[in-house]
């Protein structure tokens, strides 16, 4: 049998598209039929089909959380904690991004650690490696790179998000550029971009290709990557290395330009028989978020779109989870398949299990809030409405996106053994018009 693509291409329902048929409560035939029109992919891993998880058309949004070391910060057990606290605060996939530390047995203890798919950035621990064999990064050789890919691909990466757009034109069109803000253009890569380059994938290829003068290995031997990815069945996620670091810059001719490379390699992906999604700015402001969403739908001929944040404005850190939510909910509205989660240590720090979970959990109500819209799923609100008319607390929180918290916070305060609560107190307006219903 060969990819899942390839098999339902054939007429064939696998193991994965069963499993996310069932999570879904969809037929499994519709599963296929979106896998042959590339509106869908299933992201699992090599060897581990139990995990997969469907993104796509006419399936829920859903939600990533990235874990990983820095280099200010290398500690194994807090990683495997916060992908804990990921999957057990609802997390559809995570993203194991470290960059320091012992990043094979940092991948390989996350992938046994948890039951999702496992995504990661390849060109991180290739940046790591020849700086640690070469004495920097930029010379990485091409061999060191697409090794490594076969590497985290067999070790059961379910999806990889890999930076083919990054080219010459691309980097061309962002170094000529005006900037959207009034900034001054500057000489060198960064032409008029007022918040900088802030893909750390991107930054380290356009560095390496200015050290080497050479194109994008990952652009200019596309077909030895497909090959890779096509035999461990691995979801190539065509990562955004233009995307915007400040609103200000956010649906720039860099960005634009880099959308239409990934879509025509993502096409080429799909001949080959490898699964592709595109990834998405960024920081946006809200009232061009609708845009990002039709052009990458029609570009990419429907091609499920993964959209980081979006961040919608800059000026709230330690609320990033916050301003990322409002995008996303918006995001998702408008056809958005995947969100990345943003935590309240966005543009801070390294972020903590605490603020993994704030951050899973401000992503899924966004989720919620944009299927709403986009897939008309609305009955779960009804029923918690219906619940609160009746003051059927036990409802409310078998209804709760997080139970727990619900019900903590009513029973640190006073009023929650009857039931009402303390908010109004014997003013409640569900007790004084169930009273005016009696007399």
């Given at each position: 049998?060969?990819?899942?693509?390839?098999?339902?291409?054939?007429?064939?329902?696998?193991?994965?598209?069963?499993?996310?048929?069932?999570?879904?409560?969809?037929?499994?035939?519709?599963?296929?039929?979106?896998?042959?029109?590339?509106?869908?992919?299933?992201?699992?891993?090599?060897?581990?089909?139990?995990?997969?998880?469907?993104?796509?058309?006419?399936?829920?949004?859903?939600?990533?959380?990235?874990?990983?070391?820095?280099?200010?910060?290398?500690?194994?057990?807090?990683?495997?904690?916060?992908?804990?606290?990921?999957?057990?605060?609802?997390?559809?996939?995570?993203?194991?991004?470290?960059?320091?530390?012992?990043?094979?047995?940092?991948?390989?203890?996350?992938?046994?650690?948890?039951?999702?798919?496992?995504?990661?950035?390849?060109?991180?621990?290739?940046?790591?490696?020849?700086?640690?064999?070469?004495?920097?990064?930029?010379?990485?050789?091409?061999?060191?790179?697409?090794?490594?890919?076969?590497?985290?691909?067999?070790?059961?990466?379910?999806?990889?998000?890999?930076?083919?757009?990054?080219?010459?034109?691309?980097?061309?069109?962002?170094?000529?550029?005006?900037?959207?803000?009034?900034?001054?253009?500057?000489?060198?890569?960064?032409?008029?971009?007022?918040?900088?380059?802030?893909?750390?994938?991107?930054?380290?290829?356009?560095?390496?290709?200015?050290?080497?003068?050479?194109?994008?290995?990952?652009?200019?031997?596309?077909?030895?990557?497909?090959?890779?990815?096509?035999?461990?069945?691995?979801?190539?996620?065509?990562?955004?290395?233009?995307?915007?670091?400040?609103?200000?810059?956010?649906?720039?001719?860099?960005?634009?330009?880099?959308?239409?490379?990934n879509s025509e390699l993502a096409d080429r992906a799909r001949d080959a028989g490898v699964q592709a999604m595109l990834e998405g700015p960024g920081h946006i402001p809200i009232d061009q978020i609708e845009a990002n969403v039709v052009l990458q739908k029609s570009l990419s001929h429907g091609k499920p779109f993964y959209m980081l944040g979006p961040i919608t404005t800059d000026i709230a850190p330690g609320y990033d989870h916050i301003t990322a939510a409002i995008g996303s909910a918006w995001a998702a509205a408008f056809g958005t398949d995947f969100i990345c989660y943003v935590t309240p240590s966005e543009h801070l720090g390294l972020p903590f299990a605490a603020d993994v979970r704030d951050g899973v959990m401000a992503a899924r109500i966004a989720a919620h809030v944009g299927d709403m819209v986009k897939l008309g799923?609305?009955?779960?609100?009804?029923?918690?409405?219906?619940?609160?008319?009746?003051?059927?607390?036990?409802?409310?929180?078998?209804?709760?996106?997080?139970?727990?918290?619900?019900?903590?916070?009513?029973?640190?305060?006073?009023?929650?053994?009857?039931?009402?609560?303390?908010?109004?107190?014997?003013?409640?307006?569900?007790?004084?018009?169930?009273?005016?219903?009696?007399?």
């Amino acid at each position: 049998m060969g990819t899942i693509l390839e098999s339902a291409r054939a007429g064939q329902v696998t193991d994965e598209m069963e499993i996310v048929a069932a999570k879904e409560g969809l037929d499994p035939g519709e599963i296929r039929r979106g896998i042959v029109d590339g509106a869908l992919v299933i992201a699992s891993g090599n060897g581990r089909t139990e995990v997969a998880v469907g993104i796509g058309r006419g399936l829920g949004t859903k939600v990533n959380a990235s874990i990983g070391t820095s280099s200010d910060i290398i500690d194994l057990e807090m990683e495997l904690e916060k992908a804990r606290v990921a999957q057990s605060s609802g997390a559809d996939t995570i993203m194991e991004l470290s960059t320091a530390g012992d990043l094979d047995e940092i991948r390989r203890a996350i992938l046994a650690e948890v039951s999702l798919p496992v995504g990661n950035v390849p060109l991180y621990q290739a940046g790591s490696e020849a700086r640690n064999r070469c004495g920097s990064a930029t010379e990485m050789t091409d061999d060191l790179l697409f090794d490594l890919i076969e590497k985290q691909a067999r070790d059961g990466i379910g999806f990889m998000a890999i930076h083919c757009g990054v080219n010459q034109l691309t980097v061309n069109t962002l170094k000529n550029q005006d900037g959207h803000g009034g900034g001054v253009v500057r000489p060198g890569v960064l032409g008029g971009r007022d918040g900088g380059l802030v893909s750390r994938g991107g930054a380290f290829m356009i560095s390496w290709m200015a050290a080497q003068e050479r194109e994008n290995p990952l652009f200019e031997q596309f077909d030895r990557l497909l090959e890779i990815l096509r035999e461990y069945d691995v979801v190539l996620s065509l990562g955004n290395g233009m995307r915007a670091g400040a609103v200000s810059d956010a649906t720039d001719r860099a960005q634009i330009q880099e959308l239409l490379v990934n879509s025509e390699l993502a096409d080429r992906a799909r001949d080959a028989g490898v699964q592709a999604m595109l990834e998405g700015p960024g920081h946006i402001p809200i009232d061009q978020i609708e845009a990002n969403v039709v052009l990458q739908k029609s570009l990419s001929h429907g091609k499920p779109f993964y959209m980081l944040g979006p961040i919608t404005t800059d000026i709230a850190p330690g609320y990033d989870h916050i301003t990322a939510a409002i995008g996303s909910a918006w995001a998702a509205a408008f056809g958005t398949d995947f969100i990345c989660y943003v935590t309240p240590s966005e543009h801070l720090g390294l972020p903590f299990a605490a603020d993994v979970r704030d951050g899973v959990m401000a992503a899924r109500i966004a989720a919620h809030v944009g299927d709403m819209v986009k897939l008309g799923r609305r009955r779960r609100d009804l029923e918690m409405g219906i619940a609160r008319r009746d003051l059927d607390w036990q409802k409310q929180y078998s209804l709760c996106l997080d139970p727990e918290k619900a019900r903590a916070v009513r029973d640190m305060r006073p009023g929650a053994d009857n039931d009402g609560c303390s908010m109004c107190g014997d003013q409640c307006a569900l007790h004084v018009s169930a009273t005016c219903e009696t007399d």
